[in-house]
């Protein structure tokens, strides 16, 4: 089992539509968690972190931490197509593991 | 403010021949550092980490090896390269003992590996 797991898509979403990325990881002990952004032939970004239990927002991105079910996700509304991007779950245990990414495609 | 240094930007190498990364970071004292490889429509595979000098811990088992001669210097080289590491490399720095803050990734090397 890896221990960051993304659906690597790719996502296609409308313009203006939700786009809900999902994250699973497999390190109970795992304490913070992260979502980077990378456009293609550049070094990832981030978007936001999270730590606690819950919802946190930060402008048209939210980000949700469930630790019992062991999952994280990031939600991006009125999605643009400048957010046409991979975009990356990190999981800090010690040392810092990232996902497979996914693919987000918003169409015009 | 700090700020994060890896080169070259590309680099195309034969196949046997050796490889050497640098990576430097400025404005922080004690950091992590990070090397990790990326495939090409692939996520980030961490390679090696280290929480300080001479302090290296090997994730992956290949024909690289990494290095921190000084407290801001990181360095991932391979003494003959294979076709399978050609790959986008990127040197990254967070914070000590502290994990809720990002990692800080430098502009990363394309290598290719004819």
């Known amino acids: 089992q890896k221990e960051v797991e993304q659906n690597s898509g790719p996502l296609s979403v409308p313009e203006g539509a939700i786009a809900s990325l999902n994250c699973t990881y497999s390190d109970r002990g795992s304490q913070s968690f992260f979502w980077y952004r990378q456009y293609s032939g550049k070094s990832p970004e981030l978007i936001m972190f999270i730590y606690s239990n819950g919802d946190k927002e930060d402008g048209r991105f939210t980000a949700q931490l469930n630790k019992a079910s062991q999952y994280v996700s990031l939600l991006i509304r009125d999605s643009q197509p400048s957010d046409s991007a991979t975009y990356l779950c990190?999981?800090?245990?010690?040392?810092?593991?990232f996902g497979q990414g996914t693919t987000l495609q918003v169409k015009p | 403010s700090q700020t994060i240094h890896q080169w070259p930007a590309t680099l195309v190498q034969p196949v046997g021949s050796p490889l050497s990364l640098e990576c430097t970071v400025e404005g922080t004292s004690n950091p992590n550092l990070y090397w990790y490889r990326q495939a090409a429509g692939r996520g980030l595979q961490l390679l090696f980490y280290?929480?300080?000098?001479?302090?290296i811990s090997s994730e992956v088992p290949q024909n690289l090896s990494a290095s921190r001669p000084q407290d801001r210097q990181f360095i991932l080289s391979s003494k003959k390269l294979l076709l399978s590491d050609s790959g986008f490399y990127l040197c990254a720095w967070s914070p000590l003992g502290t994990p809720n803050t990002e990692a800080f990734f430098g502009q990363g090397t394309r290598l290719t590996v004819v």
């Open positions: 280290s929480v300080g000098i001479g302090q």
């Open positions: 990190a999981v800090y245990t010690g040392k810092l593991i």
